[in-house]
């Protein structure tokens, strides 16, 4: 199983509704992230977690929080978001390290601010 | 992407091969990633090359590396139009970090 899953596929939420973003793998991956991703540019990195523990925040704003409850799972609770917070948001595993590790994708949840 | 360059679009004619360039400044990456993405998905793993080869090849790709001038490319031997899409190299430092994609266009 190489899947990274994520729910749902797209969310339109309100600016002042509180939602989630989910992600799973089974892979055994102990590194996860999210990448927000805007049309026609790359994915920017929000947050790293390694081992279940936040190693790397990219100085996202305070109204998006992720949580990684175990090691299989990992959420972006979403409050108060801005409509400039629309974009693709992409959620990737691979094995901890520098060294090679190769960083598998999930096929994204597209999230409309209105 | 901060510090990876790709040309922003190619087109090709179906059949043909593509080349997408890329050039990263990070002498200490080791290795380098080519991504592919499809419309409205997210990224899949295409290939990816270990900074000591000069070539890595699987099926219809084709990966070259020029340590010494920091250029990566990607070749596609004959092009289909099932390989349009938007293709993004990436280095790996303590985060993957992307090129700003190549939209690969494929023409019948």
């Known amino acids: 199983d190489t899947e990274v899953t994520q729910t749902p596929k797209h969310l339109v939420m309100g600016m002042t509704n509180k939602k989630s973003l989910k992600c799973e793998q089974h892979?055994?991956?102990?590194?996860m992230y999210w990448y927000k991703q805007k049309a026609k540019k790359p994915p920017e990195l929000m947050f790293v977690?390694?081992?279940?523990?936040?190693?790397i925040n990219e100085s996202v704003p305070s109204r998006f929080s992720p949580e990684c409850p175990n090691s299989s799972l990992l959420n972006l609770h979403l409050h108060a978001l801005q409509p400039e917070d629309s974009a693709l948001y992409l959620c990737?595993?691979?094995?901890?390290?520098?060294?090679?590790?190769?960083?598998?994708f999930g096929q994204g949840t597209r999230l409309t601010v209105v | 992407g901060e510090d990876v360059e790709q040309s922003l679009f190619l087109s090709v004619r179906e059949g043909d091969s593509s080349v997408i360039n890329c050039t990263y400044t990070d002498s200490s990456s080791t290795y380098l990633y080519w991504y592919k993405q499809e419309p409205g998905a997210g990224l899949q793993l295409l290939t990816y090359i270990f900074s000591n080869m000069d070539m890595k090849q699987d099926q219809r790709l084709t990966v070259l590396l020029n340590k010494k001038d920091k250029h990566l490319s990607l070749r596609i031997a004959d092009t289909q139009t099932g390989d349009s899409a938007i293709y993004f190299c990436a280095e790996r430092r303590n985060k993957l970090v992307f090129g700003a994609g190549t939209i690969l266009r494929v023409k019948s």
């Open positions: 892979m055994g991956h102990r590194a």
């Open positions: 977690y390694s081992y279940e523990k936040l190693s």
């Open positions: 990737a595993s691979s094995q901890v390290g520098v060294e090679n590790t190769e960083a598998f």
